[in-house]
């Protein structure tokens, strides 16, 4: 997909009302409050020495700064929003069962997203990231639209 359709499925999504239970979409998934949509995909790269899994990182990495370029003009410079302290937060509170939940779709983000870039747009925030799914396995370019203030 080129960065135009991207903004195309972040338009949509936008415009679109979330689901009320989670569950996936044509462009990835959701649940009350948010959407995720799975931009990008590279599946999992078992038999790469690294190389592939490297190189599709900093494609993925290029393309989701080329889209912050974009939408910087619609909503200026985004955060750079870290989330690993959402994921120690999740980890302990998982541990331990203390403490707030982390709330969706920051809990599954912190879990494989290291950083976001960041915008709030009207009511809803907007975010671009990539998401590594384990040492050589999948990665994903995704945005994320919600209506959930970051932790």
Do not use: C, N
């Amino acid at each position: 997909m080129s960065s135009a359709d991207h903004v195309a499925a972040i338009d949509l999504l936008r415009a679109r009302g979330f689901p009320a239970a989670p569950g996936r979409s044509e462009h990835g998934y959701g649940g009350p409050g948010f959407h995720v949509a799975e931009l990008s995909t590279h599946d999992q790269l078992w038999d790469d020495d690294g190389t592939a899994h490297e190189e599709t990182e900093l494609r993925f990495e290029a393309e989701r700064d080329a889209l912050t370029v974009l939408l910087s003009e619609r909503w200026g410079k985004p955060q750079v929003f870290s989330l690993t302290s959402v994921l120690v937060r999740l980890l302990a509170q998982e541990a331990d069962g203390e403490g707030e939940p982390v709330p969706e779709p920051w809990a599954t983000l912190s879990e494989s997203v290291p950083d976001l870039h960041l915008w709030r747009a009207d009511t809803h925030w907007i975010a671009l990231g990539v998401a590594h799914w384990g040492e050589r396995r999948a990665l994903q370019l995704v945005a994320v639209i919600t209506e959930v203030d970051p932790p």
